[in-house]
């Protein structure tokens, strides 16, 4: 097997990054070996159910193949693999409260993603808190439930406001398949 420049010494930043997009957009182990690696690097402590689902939630449904487990298990070994190689370490722990993947010496939360969530929380109304508090957990699914249908609804409206051409079934088809990637 040939071997390859390093891309990290060879090629600026932007590059080595536009070159792994363009990979994983024609060949779906990168996609998700990249979606795998962004994930545990940004947040540690996965397990194997919730890495396959944020990637398939990332790459597409289906995209461990039939047979799943292996997939994710090979797919592992080739990160474990990529992060000795980089000077990292991934692990995985066993403990209860806080077993899972992730890359020893690395925050739980990457410092970036934990700056955005305190920024965010920041523009929260302490009133509004008290009374989500209040709510019991079958008000907080129907009250998500109905945040959900409002924008769903706003996006067929924008939708046929966009497309004139559009009926409201039409438009509605088209934004259940944005949200859901389901079927026209």
């Not at 779906?28 to 979606?35: E, L, M, N, Y």
């Not at 799943?68 to 990292?88: C, E, H, I, P, S």
């Amino acid at each position: 097997m040939p071997r390859l420049l390093d891309p990290a010494s060879s090629l600026p930043h932007e590059l080595s990054l536009a070159l792994l997009a363009e990979a994983a957009a024609r060949d779906t182990v990168t996609a998700r070996r990249a979606a795998l690696l962004a994930s545990v690097w940004r947040e540690g402590r996965w397990s194997a159910d919730g890495l396959m689902e944020r990637t398939e939630a990332i790459v597409g449904r289906g995209c461990f193949g039939r047979a799943r487990l292996a997939a994710f298990r090979r797919d592992m070994q080739a990160l474990k693999a990529v992060l000795t190689a980089a000077g990292f370490k991934l692990k995985f722990s066993r403990r209860p409260a806080h077993g899972g993947y992730y890359i020893e010496g690395r925050p739980d939360l990457d410092p970036e993603l934990a700056r955005l969530i305190r920024s965010a929380l920041r523009d929260l109304d302490p009133r509004q808190l008290a009374i989500a508090s209040r709510l019991s957990p079958a008000q907080r699914v129907w009250q998500a439930g109905q945040l959900s249908d409002q924008l769903r609804r706003m996006a067929i409206r924008r939708l046929v406001l966009e497309q004139p051409g559009l009926s409201p079934r039409e438009a509605q088809r088209e934004v259940l398949h944005r949200y859901y990637q389901l079927s026209r």
